[in-house]
């Protein structure tokens, strides 16, 4: 079980009838801890995403009430869906992004360097950022998506609509997204196997010994299962 703040989630495999029973006997102790302390759960904000095609999607109940299943889930900022893919969290964050790009288009009149990158860093570039290491697209066509938005602000800036988006990452000292989201993922590898202050999980990250993988990792993930809300 997880919680944080108001939010509780129960996850776990749930690939035969018994482990179908176990993960609805929590359910029932979670019901019985609520009417107990007079903390019921609203039923209505509580969902289901089942994970994986071989799921049996069985219909879970908690206080008695049937728990609705959904497909799309916002979690701490970050959308997910059954297939895990990015690409939902990808298309919300580009249109949020744009959505501020065109704010500033619209009503920043000198479009300096100096104040743009102001504008972008600290407006856009947060919206692209935020825990991209754990929806960092893997296709080409998730990452033009988010690429784009970057592109589209530099055009902008004075001194940058004449020249390619190479050239105006230079001028301006950027890297393209993908650079970026490359180098947020090492700098968190490094943070995992050099933890010091025992945040993760024992062998959460393990280096993958095969010949010639030398610098190959394994990561190993649970499947979330339940999403809970109070």
Known sequence: MLKFADDSKIWGRVDT??????????LDVLSQWAIINQMPFN???????????KNMKFDYKITGSV???TKEEKDLGVFFSDNFKPTLNCSRASKAANKV???????ISHKGVEGMLILYKSLVRPLLDYCIQVWKPYTKKDMK???????RFTKMIVGCKDKSYAQRLIKLRLTTLEERYDRADMLLVYKIMND??????KKFLLLNERPGRR??????????????KK
Do not use: A
């Open 17 to 26: 009838m018994e482990e179908i029973s176990i993960m609805q006997q929590d």
């Open 43 to 53: 039923v209505n904000k509580c969902k289901v995403m089942n994970i994986g095609k």
């Open 67 to 69: 728990i609705p299943k």
């Open 101 to 107: 790009v065109g704010l500033i288009r619209r009503n």
């Open 145 to 151: 998506i988010l690429e784009r938005i970057q592109k």
């Open 196 to 201: 010091v202050n025992g945040i993760y999980p």
């Open 215 to 228: 610098n190959s990792i394994k990561l190993f993930k649970g499947r979330s299962n339940l999403d809970i």
